[in-house]
């Protein structure tokens, strides 16, 4: 009780002042994500980082367990900055904090030879001296066949881009379901000539082919070590750590693998020697464990985001230097269901009507993102600033009375039933409620949520999404979401359901622009997109907010993965 | 508990030197000379007990005060001119906490604003009062007559009935609450209003008091059903049957008035029980739905923000503690008001 009092007498004496969020500076990193072929990039080792000291066990804190670790299973950002240190795929980012988005090649020499100069034919060639955790080198058929599992129905949950690119024009695995039951041990257009060479040949040119090797899609698998769908439990190690332990849910623990060569690795240093992951906990708990630094948790990190009650104590000195804060890929979107709201004056509106701070404030302010008025998200490449409504960011009243000429449009918006969405929801509701609309709140099961609002015939108007790019450019942001080719019964990615012919055909020049060219491309198509159809009402491109333990050094915000990078991390002793 | 169908004079001792004869009926004033002597009944007495109970008297202003404020709820919205759900973001800083001393305390904003929506705190807490007392009463009252009914039912009847109604009571007593509510809320919802239609909050809250209504007169039903099996072999009730009285006459002019006291003494525990369990709802998602302002659900959610906005949690978690304090308190007052030998 008299802690209670305490906390009182100290929370009412110092008042909360305006700047509580860090200045509000709108610091957009734009990633350059430029692909090298110069050899000091190519090389390894990795260079060491100032002041770094091997040894030590790091801790990372985390929500809940992963999904999946398996290389053809990982489709989430902090699965696959787990799994890239558990193997190595054809490509891989480098950086160091600056913003300076490399791609290189991680276990080929370079980041993939256009070998006709027509984006169809792409040659990786490995380096020398990779080994796996039991000392084999590791060959291109191995590579080969981590793609050919991949296949496999049950082993869906990754990304699709390079077995789509093999066989176009239908679903990725309509001819080809992998090695398994009989099959053939590799898809068409993959080709092994020698033990260290790789081909891919695709029907229809891409050249985003270096982003796509940098997927775990493209990380070897001995085919003697396939374990299948147990795979998750024990990925076999061709990277600096190997697997020690994994109980689902409890802990995962990861130690050096001794026949790794740092010489063959320009990524990683690898510095520490344990890495233990710790699921089940609360995220406030989290926050709570970092703030305080007890000395047990002094080599502890977390990518779970400090929660919104636990922010304002993130300011003091001592704590401040340990957030790692910034952009994202994500942008976060109200998705506007055009099958239902076909009258373009009332997405307008819509646009006009959304008070984007308000929607932020609700999940923690300026922590949790910054206004957003494009489709991309700043961190794509070639991104530039444009507002078709150019509306201020509380809205504007004025322009949406007028272009709702005295209709009062009922709307359905629906959200998932989490503390943070559902005090988001309200916001938006009692926002676009006082702008002139009428709107109804559905709560969806969160565990649920995309697959509802992913059904074709989903019977609600208005829902939140956010969608990050895989690779830095637009051509993993306009094509998923906004083709209406790509419209299907259940799974939608595509969730304003905008279906247009003019944008469809766009989104196919752009596609075969050279490569220099598409980025612009793709920047005039977002622009394109809200002028014309505006099927979604851009509420805020994501942030992160983490926080790390003070004698954890180096740690930086992945431009790649939006979350802290463990490549060059290290322990201070 | 004490019999008062036989004049206490006769058995009961320690009565207040204040209270003369108690009788049916008054009897008339004694001779003016000597100090007036007036006659009471059982319940002018209970009142007066209850009146002199300083606690009594304390924990009752609380709640009228709090039935008050909470009836007048739309005066105070109307006089300060914002509405409940009226969100003051430009008050809330980069982080969504509210700017200024104590969580946002201004002229404006008495007891300052909701971190991250940015809502009058004073206001959210009037309202959610009312939605909360609401559903605690009514929930109460429906208990309580489920209760009765079924007690008076299993004490009169004898034989199959008595013992299916026993029967029932073990299994209502059985039933998880919590799981049913989980389950049949949102089914029940899904059943009414289709996929574009909001239940209106009405419609939760009527839920909401059915299903409390339904798990928690098992309590009443047994106390009423000892009462009436205990008082149906009295001789006043043999005296009334001979006299020619039905069974309804002797259930509600004979028996009734003597067990109505435990029942009222059950339905002031039972309320702040309500409020809490009330309140407990918000906590897995099936209390009353935003936008209406409901106490419960603004306790849950501001439990987060004890170390970085106390008072957020202070005044919504000292108006539920202060009303289920004084609902028991009082409930305690009127039982030792109504039964002054019954122990303490």
Redesign the interface.
């Known amino acids: 009780m008299s802690v209670l009092a305490a906390a009182l007498v100290a929370a009412g004496c110092s008042p909360t002042t305006d700047s509580g969020g860090g200045g509000g500076d709108d610091k957009t990193k734009t990633q350059t994500g430029s692909i090298s072929y110069e050899a000091a990039d190519n090389q390894g080792p990795a260079k060491e980082v100032d002041g770094a000291s091997r040894g030590g066990t790091l801790t990372i804190m985390q929500n809940s367990d992963f999904e999946h670790l398996d290389p053809a299973r990982n489709y989430v950002n902090v699965q696959q900055v787990t799994g890239g240190l558990l193997y190595r795929a054809l490509n891989g980012y480098k950086e160091d904090g600056s913003g300076n988005l490399l791609l290189v090649g991680d276990l080929a020499t370079d980041p993939g030879k256009d070998v006709n100069d027509d984006c169809k034919v792409w040659q990786f060639t490995l380096r020398e001296g990779v080994k796996y955790e039991d000392g084999s080198p590791v060959t291109s058929k191995d590579v080969a066949y981590g793609i050919a599992r991949s296949f496999a129905s049950n082993l869906n949950e990754g990304p699709h881009y390079i077995q789509q690119w093999l066989y176009p024009g239908g679903a990725y695995n309509a001819k080809y379901q992998g090695p398994y039951d009989g099959g053939k041990t590799g898809p068409d257009g993959i080709e092994t000539p020698d033990d260290r060479t790789i081909r891919f040949t695709f029907p229809e040119p891409h050249c985003d082919m270096p982003y796509a090797a940098a997927l775990p899609t493209s990380a070897p698998v001995p085919a003697a070590k396939d374990t299948r769908a147990n795979y998750d439990l024990r990925p076999f190690s061709s990277g600096p750590y190997k697997v020690k332990s994994y109980q689902r849910d409890v802990a995962l623990e990861l130690e050096r693998n001794p026949n790794w060569d740092p010489k063959t690795d320009p990524l990683r240093n690898a510095y520490p020697d344990t890495i233990r992951f710790t699921f089940g906990l609360e995220q406030a708990q989290i926050a709570e464990r970092l703030v305080a630094d007890a000395p047990a948790d002094q080599a502890a990190l977390s990518w779970t985001d400090v929660p919104p009650a636990v922010l304002p104590r993130t300011t003091t000195a001592g704590v401040v230097e340990r957030v790692v804060k910034g952009p994202t890929q994500y942008t976060w979107v109200l998705n506007i269901n055009t099958q239902r709201v076909t009258d373009l004056n009332i997405r307008r509106a819509l646009n006009y009507a959304a008070d984007k701070d308000a929607a932020l404030k609700a999940i923690g302010g300026q922590a949790a993102g910054s206004p957003a008025t494009t489709l991309m998200s700043p961190t794509t490449a070639g991104w530039k600033k444009y507002d078709v409504f150019n509306a201020p960011v509380t809205g504007d009243k004025a322009k949406v009375t007028e272009l709702l000429g005295g209709k009062r449009p009922k709307l359905v918006l629906a959200h998932a039933n989490t503390e943070l969405r559902t005090q988001q929801a309200e916001a938006i509701r009692k926002n676009l409620t006082d702008m002139g609309f009428d709107i109804v709140m559905k709560p969806i099961e969160s565990s649920s949520y995309y697959d509802q609002v992913g059904r074709r015939n989903n019977p609600y108007d208005l829902y939140l999404g956010g969608w990050g790019s895989d690779w830095p450019t637009g051509s993993t942001v306009i094509p998923p979401l906004y083709d209406g080719r790509e419209i299907v019964a259940e799974g939608n990615n595509n969730l304003s359901y905008l279906n247009e012919p003019t944008i469809s055909a766009e989104i196919d020049r752009v596609r075969g622009l050279p490569a220099v060219e598409q980025d612009a491309g793709w920047t005039a198509l977002d622009e394109k997109i809200m002028r014309e159809y505006a099927p979604v009402v851009p509420l805020y491109y994501d942030a992160a907010y983490e926080l790390h333990g003070s004698k954890v050094g180096n740690a930086f915000l992945s431009d790649a993965y939006g979350i802290i990078s463990l490549n060059g991390i290290y322990l201070k002793q | 508990m004490s019999d008062r169908s036989h004049p206490p004079s006769l058995a009961t001792p320690g009565d207040s030197a204040a209270s003369a004869l108690a009788v049916d009926a008054e009897s008339p004033p004694a001779a003016a000379a000597r100090r007036e002597i007036v006659g009471r009944s059982p319940n002018q007495l209970a009142w007066l007990r209850l009146k002199r109970d300083r606690t009594a008297r304390l924990s009752a202003l609380t709640l009228v005060v709090a039935a008050i404020v909470a009836v007048c709820a739309p005066l105070l919205g109307w006089l300060t001119g914002i509405d409940p759900?009226?969100?003051f973001?430009?008050r809330?800083?980069?982080?969504?906490?509210?700017?200024?001393?104590?969580?946002?305390i201004t002229t404006a904003h008495w007891l300052g604003l909701e971190?991250?929506?940015?809502r009058d705190i004073l206001l959210q807490l009037v309202y959610g009062l009312r939605t909360s007392l609401f559903i605690a009463f009514a929930s109460a009252l429906l208990a309580s007559l489920i209760g009765v009914t079924v007690g008076v039912l299993a004490g009169w009847a004898r034989g199959w009935l008595d013992s299916a109604v026993n029967w029932l009571i073990d299994i209502t007593l059985a039933f998880p609450f919590l799981i049913f509510a989980l389950a049949v809320i949102p089914i029940l919802e899904d059943r009414f209003y289709?996929?574009?239609?909001?239940p209106s909050p009405a419609f939760r809250v009527a839920l909401i008091i059915a299903t409390f209504g339904l798990f928690s007169w098992t309590y009443t039903a047994r106390l009423v059903r000892g009462q009436v099996i205990s008082l149906r072999e009295r001789e006043f009730v043999e005296a009334a049957r001979a006299a020619g009285a039905g069974t309804g006459h002797i259930l509600f002019r004979q028996l009734l008035p003597n067990i109505w006291a435990p029942i009222l003494v059950t339905v002031s525990m039972n309320v702040p029980q309500f409020i809490a369990i009330e309140a407990a709802l918000a906590f897995v998602?099936i209390g009353v739905?935003?936008?209406t302002p409901d106490l419960g659900r603004m306790i849950?959610?501001s439990i987060?923000?004890?170390?970085?906005?106390?008072?957020y949690t202070?005044f919504p978690g000292l108006t539920i503690f202060l009303l289920v304090l004084a609902f028991n308190l009082f409930g305690d007052a009127l039982r030792d008001s109504l039964d002054p030998r019954s122990t303490r």
Request: avoid cysteine; hydrophobic fraction near 25%; charge should be negative.
């Open positions: 759900t009226d969100k973001v430009d809330l800083n980069d982080f969504g906490m509210p700017i200024g001393y104590a969580g946002g971190p991250g929506s940015g289709t996929e574009r239609e909001a998602n739905t935003e936008p849950y959610n987060g923000y004890v170390a970085s906005d106390p008072w202070l």
